[in-house]
């Protein structure tokens, strides 16, 4: 089993930070793609950033330039800072990781449970 534990959501005024943090624990071997995606109420699920084991990064075009995400290989801990932070980034963020699992070395995608962001006008 693999559980991912996100934290550092909460209230914000536009303009305002916060940084995201992701855990990922158990059975794992290593982990290689970590994620973050956010869905805001009525809409689907989108991408906001994704990282590589070798550091290698992709963003939305909506967060270029505002939010960096970047990873703790040795902890498998993944981070989201977003700064400049705008009202339409109001979303519950979920963190998202490729892992391969210890003993079978099978490979999964998991998913963390969110945490909230809101941002105020």
């Known amino acids: 089993q693999v559980q991912l534990v996100e934290s550092g959501g909460g209230l914000v005024q536009a303009g305002g930070s916060l940084t995201l943090s992701c855990a990922a624990s158990?059975?794992?071997?290593?982990?290689?793609?970590m994620g973050w995606y956010r869905q805001a109420p009525g809409k689907q699920r989108e991408l906001v950033a994704t990282?590589?084991?070798?550091?290698?990064?992709n963003y939305a075009d909506s967060v270029k330039g505002r939010f960096t995400i970047s990873r703790d290989n040795t902890k498998n801990w993944a981070y989201l800072q977003m700064n400049s932070l705008k009202p339409e980034d109001t979303a519950v963020y979920y963190c998202?990781?490729?892992?391969?699992?210890?003993?079978?070395?099978?490979?999964?995608?998991?998913w963390g449970q969110g945490t909230q962001v809101t941002v105020s006008s």
């Open positions: 998202n990781a490729e892992v391969i699992h210890s003993g079978t070395y099978r490979s999964t995608v998991a």
């Open positions: 990282i590589t084991r070798g550091a290698n990064t």
């Open positions: 158990g059975s794992i071997f290593r982990v290689n793609v």
